[in-house]
């Protein structure tokens, strides 16, 4: 469950209204279980440990449920590491995207003297893993030089940026400040769909490994 505008798939929903005979302003409770993977323990513990933040942002806002027609397609977002590190010293890495709970996100990654890209790009690809701010919203991915990151949520392209720089001390590897789109992110589309406006929702939490299990409940008022 986010604060963003993304899709939660779910195994059941229900709803119970309060009136007989639906009209505009009604209200209901719709409730459901989701169970999702991550890539990480530490992506994992961050989404638990975020949830009061995320629930205070979702209360009294409009939810959205449809029947999914097309799944849509996850933005995928690829920079290349170049330049074998000439001294030990820290590669700097920063995301920026606008679903992030805390835009940008800047990584130190030290490496060592000698590193090639493929192995201080390994190194970065593990620092990326292991915030859990950046995990929790994309999947951590490439191999060799490649440093990749796809959106856990299928939606329309946001802001997504992936820079490396020199850190302090400088390892001398060389420098790119702009990553590539090399899959454009595609909102799903809905059979059909449901909004019900100022919701409140209440959400019991349990985490096993890297796999986090929701019992969701959310009251609120229909529109029809």
Known sequence: MS??????????????????IPRAGMTTTVSFDSSTEFGSLQAAEYFVQQLPSYLNNLSARSLFIG???SPGTNQV???????????????TIVVTSNILDASPVTI???????DTAS??????????LQN???????????????????ARKAAANTSLNISIAN?????????????????????????????IYEAFPSISASQVGVT????VNVTGRLTV
């Not at 977002?77 to 590669?91: F, K, L, P, W």
């Open 108 to 114: 130190t990654v030290p490496v060592s003297s000698g």
């Open 3 to 20: 604060p963003q505008p993304t899709v939660q798939t779910v195994s059941y929903v229900g709803a119970v209204e309060a009136r007989q």
């Open 167 to 195: 850190g302090s001390p400088s390892p001398g590897i060389t420098a790119d400040a702009t990553s590539s789109t090399t899959t454009a992110g595609v909102a799903p589309t809905y059979y059909s769909s449901q909004t």
């Open 132 to 150: 859990g701010d950046v995990s929790s919203h994309y999947d951590v991915g490439g191999t060799g030089t490649t440093i990749q990151l796809t």
């Open 67 to 69: 029947s999914i027609n």
């Open 119 to 128: 192995t201080w790009a390994d190194k970065v690809r593990t620092a990326l």
């Open 77 to 91: 977002e690829r920079t290349t590491a170049a330049g074998t590190a000439t001294a030990s010293g820290n590669v």
């Open 212 to 215: 986090v299990n929701l019992m």
